[in-house]
C-alpha cells in the first residue's frame, strides 16, 4: 500500500489547522498543486480563505498552481511570508561560498560578522541594513516578536537573491542572515550586508534584497502585543512569491522587516 501524502504546515496555517503536518490517503500518486490545495479548502471549508492565498512547496521550490506534484515529493503549504510592519536581519559566516554567507538562526545577530563575510579589497564600499524589532506600531505596543522559518528553504531563497543581485549588480557581495525565534524589542532580526565598487549599487542592491526577501523567503512573524497576537502575512497587496522580481512593491518607509 503506498504511504500518505504529507504536507507541512507553518505559522498562522499551522495554528489555524492545529498541527504541523497533514498525512492524507489519496489515491492518486500524483497531482497538480492547485488540486491538492482545492482538495484541502474542500476538506477545511471554515479555512478556505487562509488556504486560497498559499503557495505549495515542492521539493523546497515554490510549485505554480498548473504544476505537476508527486506523492513522493518533499511539500509544504505556505501562507503568506512575513513583510511590512518590523524586523529584518541578513548575516553570514566569514568566507565567500553562498553555504557560508546566507543563513537562518536562533542566535543573536553579529553585524560586524555579517558584514565581514563581503569585504573584498577591489570594493569601495560595503553597507549593512539591520532590522530591528520596534515597540510601538499603528498605536499597538509590541511585546515581542516570534519568527518562524521553513529552514532549508528558507536559506536557498536567501542564496537565491544573492544570486540575483550578483546578475543585477555584477562584482556585487551579498551576504544575509535571519533570526527566527523569539525576538525581543530593540533586539536585531536581519542584517543584509551589500559590498560593491561604488556606493550606488551598494544601495541598490541592499535595498533590491529586502524587498524580495519579503516577497520570496518563507519567514513568518507573530506579533505578541500586550491583549494579543497576530501572524503578519505579506503586507504589500497580493502575495505571489513567483512574480517577476523587480515589481513595483515597495517597502514601507521606516519599516524593519
Known sequence: MNSAWNI?????????????????????????????????????????????????????????????????????????????????????????????????????????????????????AAIAFVGTTREWTAGKRTVTLEYEAYKPMAEASLASIGDEIAARWPGTLTAIAHRIGTVGIGEISVVIAVSSAHRADAYEASRYAIERLKQVVPIWKKEIYEDGTEWKGHQLGPWNPLAAPGGSERPEEGAGR
Do not use: M
Not at 29 to 42: I, N, P, W
Not at 52 to 57: H, M, P, R, T
Not at 58 to 65: F, I, T, V
Open 8 to 124: 507541512q504546515l507553518f505559522a498562522g496555517l499551522a495554528e489555524r489547522l492545529g498541527q504541523r503536518s497533514l498525512q492524507i490517503d489519496w489515491e492518486e500518486d500524483e497531482l497538480s498543486a492547485g488540486q491538492l490545495k482545492r482538495r484541502l479548502a474542500d476538506r477545511h471549508p471554515e479555512h478556505a480563505d487562509l488556504l486560497s492565498v498559499c503557495f505549495l512547496a515542492c521539493n523546497r521550490a515554490y510549485a505554480h498552481d498548473s504544476a505537476t506534484v508527486k506523492r513522493s515529493d518533499e511539500l509544504a503549504l505556505l501562507p503568506p511570508v512575513s513583510g511590512g510592519l518590523s524586523d529584518a536581519e541578513a548575516a553570514a559566516e566569514n568566507g565567500a561560498s553562498n553555504q557560508q554567507r546566507y543563513g537562518i538562526t536562533e542566535l543573536p545577530l553579529d553585524v560586524e560578522r555579517t558584514i565581514a563575510a563581503v569585504y573584498h579589497p577591489d570594493h569601495g
